[in-house]
């Protein structure tokens, strides 16, 4: 009878927890962490670099070997400082390069749209190349 009662309540807790995971609010701003791009690396760390210099951060990290770029940015409306990680990487047998874009703040990232930024100054940066 005992092991009734603990399948049971086993059960019963998966089942809560499956339930409270289906129905996670969603973020008002859904950051955007990578793009394909048809450009090669050397042109998508060209644009990123520049990118990353007109969002007016402080770029605390450079490692053209790694693909690597960190900004830092001081975000006036939220009144709080926020990093923003970036890596540029060749994709595997094709001319096209990958951008992926993490964005770290210490509450409220979501108001913040640096990464949304810098992906749009990249598009414009390289559609003008």
Not at 36 to 65: P, R
Request: charged share 20%.
């Amino acid at each position: 009878m005992i092991e009734k009662s603990a399948l049971w309540s086993v059960v019963l807790s998966a089942g809560l927890i499956l339930a409270g995971c289906a129905n996670l609010p969603k973020a008002e701003h859904p950051h955007e962490i990578q793009k394909t791009l048809g450009a090669s690396a050397q042109d998508t760390w060209d644009a990123a670099l520049e990118a990353a210099k007109a969002l007016n951060g402080e770029i605390i990290l450079t490692d053209k070997d790694s693909g690597l770029i960190v900004l830092k940015v001081f975000d006036s409306k939220q009144r709080q400082q926020a990093f923003l990680s970036i890596l540029v990487e060749q994709m595997v047998n094709t001319p096209t390069s990958a951008v992926y874009a993490i964005l770290r703040a210490r509450s409220d990232a979501e108001q913040i749209n640096t990464d949304g930024q810098f992906f749009a100054k990249m598009q414009t940066i390289l559609s003008g190349r």
